[in-house]
């Protein structure tokens, strides 16, 4: 077994899309044409909404978000997941990032994918870039159901860091030797539990923060 790992946070670091993307794909794609029509709208009004509760607090929009997911049923969701893997994740990749993952893969870290979104939106493009572990949110279903709650705690800003030690602690890892990757400053706390951090297309802040703590960056393609 890999003594260390190296976990990627997805979106913007791995791929272009984000969440709102993902959601929107299944709005338009749950079914009725009117359930479609009401859904596609609504996420598309709410998006200056979702941008600026995202800017403003991770958990808080994480909370919002995943309520629009509300009496979906698992098994549609996990039905439309690998069609959207194809249709909107797989083209986002950036063009390096298979070269990324197998590089760590090299030198002998297990992969572990750490993101805000949906596990079973997130496991097909965890299988395609052969991850070991997929560390995500989870949606709470009752009666096959989607209540558009996640069950706590929810992935996000130090909880990805509280999630990446206790993943280390059982995994028997050493969080010294394993590597972190992502873009964005509200994944700081993620970047610095772990001992080889690198900043992944950063935002302006978390180039500025790597720069000053000499973590590398990479800029993919």
Not at 26 to 38: D, E, H, Q, T
Not at 107 to 128: E, N, Q
Not at 139 to 164: D, H, L
Not at 197 to 211: E, F, K
């Amino acid at each position: 077994m890999s003594a260390k790992a190296a976990f990627f946070d997805v979106d913007g670091t791995l791929v272009k899309t984000n969440v709102v993307h993902v959601y929107a794909y299944y709005a338009m794609n749950r079914g009725s044409v009117l359930g479609m029509a009401g859904r596609t709208l609504s996420t598309a009004l709410s998006v200056p909404l979702f941008g600026v509760m995202d800017a403003l607090d991770r958990k808080t929009f994480n909370e919002f978000f995943y309520r629009y997911y509300a009496g979906l049923s698992e098994d549609r969701l996990v039905t439309i997941a690998e069609d959207m893997f194809e249709d909107v994740l797989q083209p986002a990749l950036f063009a390096q990032t298979q070269d990324l993952i197998d590089q760590a893969r090299r030198s002998g870290c297990k992969i572990v994918l750490v993101t805000g979104a949906l596990d079973f939106t997130m496991r097909p493009l965890a299988r395609h870039l052969g991850a070991d572990d997929l560390i995500a949110n989870k949606m709470q279903f009752v009666g096959g159901k989607a209540t558009g709650k996640v069950i706590p705690p929810i992935i996000e800003g130090a909880n990805k860091a509280n999630a990446i030690r206790a993943y280390c602690t059982k995994e028997g890892l050493s969080l010294d030797k394993c590597h972190g990757y992502s873009d964005s400053a509200s994944d700081y706390a993620m970047l610095a539990v772990v001992g080889r951090p690198t900043a992944v297309n950063p935002d302006l802040r978390l180039r500025s923060i790597a720069r000053a703590y000499n973590w590398p960056i990479l800029d993919l393609k």
